[in-house]
């Protein structure tokens, strides 16, 4: 079933000079229930201007996008949102930053607590309630992130480059434990990225996008069981495929 439809989506912004730069234009595509879908791209290419757009925090210039058949006209708890580098409050413990959503619920301190306990089995935080951010390993942060976006049981979350600021190694364990987390949750997913490797460990389809107006150069299904095994030669396969997708819209920026 479709859960979310972006149609005919085209974002226009105004330059310094008062010209139009066409950052997305006539953008469509659909996204099932339960599918985690990636958006692949060059920086640049409006990856991040699209998410918004879907978090309802920017307004398309034309077109619209479809939450189980409900337009999208502002943010709600429907769309849980992870920012660039999960942005936490660095003020609050763990479990101040899981529950932040909540207090805009309709839900008993009772039935709160039980949620954030959820949130933190789910997670694997449990006995880091009382930590700040900054007590927390990169993982753990990021985890501490997506359990805040689901805490109010989104219908879709929304997660921008959310392994981004870190190295190698720690990349492939924070995928793994993303992959589980997700998994876990059984929730349906967009994330945005740049990284190839991440598209293919992660998700079940890969939108491509070029570098000129948010062109959807291929939507490639990966089929492969989870968790993937990144040294197997239909995993290596995928890889080499999207890297040369991307090499191309790279290649147009240039001409
Ligand atoms: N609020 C804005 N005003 C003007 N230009 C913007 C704004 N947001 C993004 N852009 C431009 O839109 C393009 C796409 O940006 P973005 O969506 O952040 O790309 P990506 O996330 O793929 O790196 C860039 O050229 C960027 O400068
Ligand atoms: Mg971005």
């Not at 974002?11 to 595509?29: C, R």
């Not at 201007?49 to 939450?67: C, H, K, R």
């Not at 039935?111 to 993982?139: C, F, T, W, Y």
């Not at 997913?189 to 598209?199: F, G, I, L, N, P």
């Amino acid at each position: 079933m479709e859960l979310l439809q972006v149609k005919d989506i085209t974002k226009v912004f105004p330059t310094p000079q008062g010209e139009d730069h066409v950052v997305l234009e006539d953008v469509n595509f659909s996204v099932n229930e339960g599918e985690f879908i990636s958006l692949l791209g060059p920086s640049g290419c409006g990856k991040t201007t699209l998410l918004t757009m879907i978090g309802g925090f920017q307004e398309p210039t034309s077109g619209a996008i479809f939450l189980d058949g409900n337009e999208i006209t502002g943010p709600s708890a429907e769309k849980g949102y992870v920012f660039q580098n999960y942005a936490l409050f660095p003020w609050m413990t763990v479990e101040k930053n899981i529950a932040y959503g909540l207090q805009f619920k309709n839900m008993t301190q009772e039935e709160k607590n039980r949620r954030v306990d959820e949130m933190l089995q789910l997670a694997n935080l449990k006995g880091h309630e009382e930590k700040l951010p900054i007590q927390l390993s990169g993982g753990m942060q990021q985890r501490v992130a997506v359990a805040r976006a689901l805490a109010c049981k989104p219908r879709v979350l929304l997660l921008d480059e959310p392994l981004g600021a870190v190295d190698f190694q720690m990349r492939e364990l924070m995928q793994n434990q993303l992959d589980m987390l997700v998994g876990k949750a059984g929730i349906t997913v967009v994330m945005v990225t740049h990284d190839v490797a991440e598209s293919v460990f992660l998700s079940d389809r890969v939108l491509v996008m070029g570098s000129s107006r948010g062109e959807i150069l291929e939507d490639v299904t990966i089929r492969l069981p989870k968790p993937r095994d990144r040294d197997s030669e239909e995993y290596i396969g995928y890889v080499e495929h999207l890297t040369s997708l991307l090499r191309k819209a790279f290649g147009r920026t240039e001409a």
